[in-house]
């Protein structure tokens, strides 16, 4: 059985950091993109950043750019993400996904390319 399991959220105040694991097992992704999703209340899920299976190519929202690292550690099967500098708009449920095995490298911004999914950490940042 295939799981993600997300860890590391919690209530930070503005300007803090938190780490977000997720660890996956059921089989191994370390030729998988993967990529992590929030959804807010009320507003639709939106794409945070993405990894490529080789960490050699990454890709982020605009509203995290220079804030949030994504990046894997293939041989615990496991992706984190870095965010600093944490704003009130960061709170969301945070989720995590993983795509298919391929043999070339890439990365995806696209939720429906994400076939495995957490089933998310909640982050809130207060003012």
């Known amino acids: 059985q295939v799981q993600l399991v997300e860890s590391g959220g919690g209530l930070v105040q503005a300007g803090g950091s938190l780490r977000l694991s997720c660890a996956a097992s059921?089989?191994?992704?370390?030729?998988?993109?993967m990529g992590w999703f929030r959804q807010a209340p009320g507003k639709e899920r939106e794409f945070v950043a993405a990894?490529?299976?080789?960490?050699?190519?990454?890709d982020y929202a605009d509203s995290v750019q220079g804030r949030f690292t994504i990046s894997r550690d293939n041989a615990k099967n496991t992706v984190y993400l870095q965010m600093n500098s944490l704003k009130p708009e960061d709170t969301a449920i945070y989720s995590c996904?993983?795509?298919?095995?391929?043999?070339?490298?890439?990365?995806?911004?696209?939720?429906?390319?994400?076939?495995?999914w957490g089933q998310g950490t909640q982050v809130t940042v207060s003012s």
């Open positions: 996904a993983a795509g298919p095995n391929y043999n070339y490298d890439y990365v995806e911004r696209r939720a429906t390319s994400y076939i495995y």
């Open positions: 059921g089989r191994t992704f370390s030729r998988s993109v």
């Open positions: 990894i490529s299976w080789s960490g050699g190519m990454t």
